[in-house]
């Protein structure tokens, strides 16, 4: 694995199929769960530089503690609050308020460290920039050695893979019921900001690749995202319909995608309760974190027994750990 | 020790006495002092996630070095600047300013860590939801992991330790001179801002389980403190009476507690110098710093020969390695 | 080393003469750049604590990753963000917003680490503060461990130092092209904020005490820099002038020494771009970073292949590693 953005990354030389290369790295993750220092010596020496323009919590601890399990040393630098803004644009004239362009941090951060990890953020006010991934795109350019994104304008691959890594742990704890591909359904929420699409673009990029489930959407209808991420799947704005026979339900608000950025809809009705997920078939319920209790998601069900937030947060720990062992592998035969 | 929080944390199933028990701490902190390095291997592959609410030098850069002398990885994480608002209150409808609700941070952040420490502060402004401990009880409730307070709304204990360790180091340097216990004065000191009045508390509630000094505590009269943490101690609004034949002096300033958290006086009177020292048995000054010179305590007793506080700042890593290694002790033994 | 503030500090109780220092410590560096791991062990159980009162990328990363390819830990604390307003003045009646006076927190610090490093600015209001370096030296004076400026109020060290080790390093790429000693030139360049002198004083003082080039300054007029530093160059107003048959050009910006801290002038024409570079011998083009492009230094020359900005970051590391490993020498023989 040479970077960690998109799903197309987990491909491998040998393996080209998406579904099986989620697979292998799911059950490399798993294996790492069920015994976290097997590969304490692969990151010896080497050291993992992580780049926060955003805050983050769980993405930025569970990396950590995945390194430390490699043997690997991760350093921090928050560059909105310890550095200063950075420049992405090429050819500016750099009198306003940027004072340093990624073209001068990005290769000395690729000398200083082996592999590099970034969080930005959309702006949610420009569409085009945010689907460009301006961001990401001129920091991969410019490092120089592997970069793992810990959530960029679109996408959140390390939360996809952790998604899917709970499911699949989920499915193997149930044991093989009948040859029915479950039932996933992903569910907008209420929510009192707009947030990006990310969580919920990537989990569509990741369950559609990894094709080992059906897979619905749901949303209220201003709400559709971008169709490269969620070709594939089947689209409903009626939740009723969608939670039925549910097995899993992923649950999560995002902001519109075609006028880009907005709160259309704050009706409470979209926010899962016990009585809606009667509809299911005892679906297990999983979201992100974090979560607005009781706007996004009711307290019943966050404490309830369906809920796998809490199990799926912990496995970030396993998902980073593949990530950066594969990257590591892949950076030592050079 | 299966956490730190007050000084009934202390006892173990084989010492049920307080005094007993704080001295079995100190002589172990003392050992560390001798030989920071002996249990270099104990905390091997063991991981202290650190959650800062607020601001902290020395209890954070201390209980650093503590966990690295024991081999120890600690990951330092300020949730107010990094991270977002947590949500405390059960029920909450999260559509204001909190972003996660402890529930679902504490469990995972249990997941990622073997042992959390956490530090908080009051509010200053409503006593009943100060003095209900709730964030760091609503945090060891659902960490799922040995806690330690690196301090709460209403007490410090690792600076309650260090305090003591500092005492009976300053006691054992002086030798058996005669069999009276050592008088120990807490007095009050101005400052210019409401201050918690957890140092106070703690110091309170610790050498009066201590009960190895005689313990006076002196303040104007409208800061008298919690009793539950001043019971056994003399208490006058005389703070000549309290100097004299004194051995300790214990400086601080705290809020008032009854009409919580105002300041009532300023009186400089009240401020430490030598002219009201020379009441004293040439007693040591200690106070838990940061200190605003030249308001609460004088240039002349914080640089003269008496003045204690650097030592006692020295000893937090010595309370904090004790603390530590008895946690993870008990870790071990499941 | 007992420290490492300002040149004089690279001299040894063996080598008297500053040019030789240098070339030694450059020596050392490029030994640790060749085989970064080759004295692993060196700093095993040692601690250097990083104060930061401003902000830092390079210096701050670098200086990790010397210590960490040292065995060392570091441990970063911002001051400024993760702390409170320290006091430096003596004497202080700290009634106002500074929180804890550097005489109380220094020793503290010392007593926690083996070595400390700090980075501080000046105000630039003040040229008489700014230039007394109080911040630096009362550390310095109540730290008692050894101190690595990461930049003061002046200087910055360890940037002069990676500066060296980079004109070095590429005249030994170039081989013995003749006896002559190569022309060195620091030029002024426009800039839409105030800055500190610190990078170009550093520079000045270093390749002043190297001796080993020919050195030139350039700026408009109201830019003389205190003679202290400047001493033994040339010095022009005519940029023309200066950048004739130059072999190295260092672009810096600095704001007004003798009216302090102004910016009095702004003309574009003082950017190098690859029609003024042709002035020179075909020069390398340095800068400190971060730089404001198309500002301070045309994209055509920090994208061209005259640039050595990249180096030169990417030295940061070889450069405080060789300071912390003599540091490190000194202490081990008490």
Redesign the interface.
């Known amino acids: 694995m040479k970077q960690f953005i998109h799903v197309q990354d987990v491909l491998t030389p040998k393996i080209k199929h998406t579904g099986t290369a989620i697979n292998q790295l799911v059950e490399e993750a798993l294996a790492y769960k069920a015994n976290p220092?097997k590969d304490k010596q692969l990151g010896s020496?080497l050291?993992l530089?992580m780049l926060?323009l955003n805050?983050?919590?769980?993405t930025?601890?569970?990396t950590?503690?995945a390194a430390?399990n490699l043997g690997m040393?991760s350093?921090v630098?928050?560059?909105d609050?310890?550095?200063?803004a950075l420049?992405f644009e090429e050819?500016?004239?750099?009198?306003?308020n940027t004072?340093?362009?990624i073209?001068?941090?990005a290769?000395?951060?690729g000398?200083?460290?082996d592999v590099l990890a970034i969080r930005t953020f959309p702006s949610l006010k420009n569409r085009e920039d945010d689907y460009s991934e301006l961001f990401i795109n001129q920091f991969i350019k410019y490092a120089g050695v592997p970069v793992i994104s810990l959530e960029s304008a679109t996408l959140h691959p390390l939360q996809s893979l952790s998604d899917i890594i709970t499911i699949q742990e989920d499915l193997l704890h149930k044991g093989p019921t009948d040859t029915k591909k479950p039932k996933l359904v992903l569910t907008w929420a209420p929510h009192?900001k707009p947030l990006p699409q990310c969580v919920a673009n990537s989990f569509a990029q990741w369950v559609n690749a990894w094709s080992e489930a059906g897979f619905v959407i749901t949303h209220p209808e201003d709400y559709a995202l971008d169709t490269q991420f969620t070709i594939g799947a089947t689209i409903t704005h009626n939740q009723t319909e969608a939670l039925k026979d549910a097995d899993y339900v992923y649950v999560k608000n995002w902001s519109t995608y075609h006028d880009y950025g907005k709160v259309y809809e704050n009706d409470p009705a979209w926010m899962l309760t016990n009585e809606r997920l009667a509809l299911t078939n005892n679906a297990k319920v999983m979201h992100c974190?974090?979560?607005?209790?009781?706007?996004e998601l009711s307290?019943e069900i966050?404490?309830g027994p369906n809920s796998l937030?809490?199990t799926e947060?912990?496995n970030r720990?396993w998902a980073a750990q593949a990530v950066l062992a594969n990257i590591i592998k892949t950076l030592k035969q050079g």
């Not at 805050?55 to 769980?58: I, Q, T």
């Not at 609050?81 to 200063?84: N, Q, V």
């Not at 974190?289 to 706007?295: G, H, I, K, S, Y």
């Open positions: 220092l020496n050291r530089g926060f805050p983050s919590l769980r930025r601890l569970s950590q503690v430390a040393e350093i630098f928050n560059v609050k310890e550095g200063w420049e050819g500016a004239i750099m009198s306003g004072v340093e362009h073209k001068d941090a290769p000395i951060l000398s200083y460290f009192v974190l974090p979560v607005r209790r009781n706007v307290d966050l404490d937030v809490t947060a912990g720990v």
